[in-house]
């Protein structure tokens, strides 16, 4: 079934411009669905999230938003730097893998209280709203540091398709990059979102036993994410 949706995808990137449009959203979204990778970034936003204490909706939004900003940041960046020097895009070594891997860890041992992150903001205290947004974009960084290789990897047939248009239609090549990024950016949305929305209907604060579960939780797929990238 699944590598029916990437057949149907692919005959679809190379279709009409609408439907290439389409297929190119779609893709995005199924490369956090489908990847074990990418799929970490959900416990990583939400457990990060569930840590900031009581927040509203809207600062919930904002926060996944400023996350999956870095993530986009890193990932263009690593991207440009490897292709400028001749490596597969993404491809940051095995050493690379290992120091983010190593990394994972450590914000997976924060999440379960075991160490402490003051950078990244601790719950109860009057700075985490401004430290809120500053270790979200920071977590963003790394994650997209960590994925790179894999995100090329699977973007690769709609890269193939962007670059073939870009001779002949600059506006639809960008736009199948610009819509693949916000189907991939909109699952750490909506997941980082549905935190805050969650937190205000059972009235949760940072104490509440079930947003400690689900720190802990988050705080041990996190770290199995980073095991994830070094046996990889």
């Given at each position: 079934m699944i590598q029916s949706l990437f057949d149907w995808l692919f005959r679809a990137l190379e279709s009409s411009a609408?439907?290439?449009?389409?297929?190119?959203?779609?893709?995005?979204?199924?490369?956090?669905?489908?990847?074990?990778?990418?799929?970490?970034s959900v416990p990583l936003i939400v457990g990060y999230i569930d840590g900031q204490g009581r927040v509203e909706t809207r600062r919930a939004f904002l926060l996944?938003?400023?996350?999956?900003?870095?993530?986009?940041?890193?990932i263009a960046t690593v991207g440009l730097i490897t292709g400028l020097l001749?490596?597969?895009?993404?491809?940051?070594?095995?050493?690379?893998?290992?120091a983010v891997a190593v990394i994972f860890m450590i914000v997976g041992l924060y999440l379960l209280e075991v160490i402490p992150l003051p950078f990244l903001g601790k719950s109860?205290?009057?700075t985490v709203k401004k430290r809120g947004a500053s270790g979200a974009f920071l977590m963003g960084l790394l994650f997209g540091l960590a994925v790179g290789p894999c995100t090329f990897a699977y973007m690769a047939p709609m890269l193939g398709v962007a670059f073939k248009a870009a001779s002949s239609n600059l506006v639809l090549s960008v736009s199948l990059v610009l819509l693949y990024a916000a189907g991939h950016c909109s699952v750490i949305v909506l997941a980082g979102t549905f935190t805050g929305i969650l937190q205000k209907y059972l009235n949760w604060n940072e104490r509440s036993k079930g947003a400690v579960v689900v720190k802990k939780i988050c705080g041990v797929l996190v770290i199995l994410a980073g095991v994830y990238l070094i046996f990889r």
């Amino acid at each position: 079934m699944i590598q029916s949706l990437f057949d149907w995808l692919f005959r679809a990137l190379e279709s009409s411009a609408e439907l290439a449009l389409a297929a190119s959203f779609i893709w995005g979204l199924s490369s956090i669905l489908l990847s074990p990778c990418h799929l970490s970034s959900v416990p990583l936003i939400v457990g990060y999230i569930d840590g900031q204490g009581r927040v509203e909706t809207r600062r919930a939004f904002l926060l996944s938003l400023i996350f999956s900003s870095g993530v986009l940041i890193t990932i263009a960046t690593v991207g440009l730097i490897t292709g400028l020097l001749g490596r597969m895009l993404g491809d940051i070594g095995r050493f690379g893998n290992a120091a983010v891997a190593v990394i994972f860890m450590i914000v997976g041992l924060y999440l379960l209280e075991v160490i402490p992150l003051p950078f990244l903001g601790k719950s109860g205290q009057p700075t985490v709203k401004k430290r809120g947004a500053s270790g979200a974009f920071l977590m963003g960084l790394l994650f997209g540091l960590a994925v790179g290789p894999c995100t090329f990897a699977y973007m690769a047939p709609m890269l193939g398709v962007a670059f073939k248009a870009a001779s002949s239609n600059l506006v639809l090549s960008v736009s199948l990059v610009l819509l693949y990024a916000a189907g991939h950016c909109s699952v750490i949305v909506l997941a980082g979102t549905f935190t805050g929305i969650l937190q205000k209907y059972l009235n949760w604060n940072e104490r509440s036993k079930g947003a400690v579960v689900v720190k802990k939780i988050c705080g041990v797929l996190v770290i199995l994410a980073g095991v994830y990238l070094i046996f990889r």
